[in-house]
């Protein structure tokens, strides 16, 4: 069996003005499992968030807020936010991504006046762009490319079946399997006409 790529992975995130995080902060991770542990309280839930709503995550629900004007930090200490934004930067030294640079920075901004922008490497692009871009890397946002709390335990108490399938999906066999699928379906095909 050959080896599977290397999932294409996120070098740093950056967040202003996003639910809790009023102030620029910088994230940078390294290739492998990423694990973001701290107590109650203190932002785990809306980095998650915010990679959603980079990805391009439209339901305000899936991150935790009723409307997207919920995104935008809210800070009684210090000024309020104008917008939220967000920006990923991936590592793209294998081309996963189909651009040719080592470095892909997605963004999205969200503004009080309700416009949002999304951005790949600084240009401007719609939405749908952005997700086919990142669908091309196998990036989706409502897959298991980001696994929430609580689907860690659900994950404990699924079926060792439907545990499996997850998984595959999670590394990127899923799709070979359904193409598999589609092919022994056209092969079947074939041979009963023959």
């Known amino acids: 069996m050959k080896a599977i790529k290397n999932l294409v992975y996120i070098k740093r995130i950056d967040i202003k003005g996003f639910k809790t995080f009023t102030k620029k902060v910088s994230l940078k991770l390294d290739k492998g499992l990423t694990v973001i542990t ?3 309280g203190s932002g785990k839930s809306n980095i998650v968030d915010a990679v959603k709503f980079a990805l391009g995550e439209l339901s305000p629900k899936e991150m935790r807020g009723s409307s997207l004007e919920d995104l935008i930090s809210k800070s009684l200490s210090e000024h309020e936010a104008e917008s939220a934004y967000v920006a990923i930067q991936f590592d793209n030294s294998d081309r ?10 997605i963004s ?39 696994v929430p709390q609580h689907a860690i ?21 899923a799709v ?18 023959i």
């Open 38 to 40: 701290g107590p109650n």
């Open 96 to 105: 996963r991504i189909p651009i040719d640079s080592d470095l892909v920075t």
């Open 108 to 146: 999205r901004e969200f503004s009080k006046n309700g416009e949002g922008i999304y951005r790949v490497n600084g240009k401007r692009v719609s939405r749908k762009q952005l997700t086919d871009l990142l669908s091309s890397a196998g990036i989706h946002v409502n897959s298991f490319n980001i």
């Open 153 to 173: 335990t659900k994950m404990a108490e699924i079926a060792p079946e439907e545990r499996r399938k997850i998984i595959e999906e999670m590394i990127g066999i």
């Open 176 to 193: 070979y399997d359904a193409r598999k699928t589609e092919a022994l379906e056209e092969l079947h095909k074939a041979e009963v006409n």
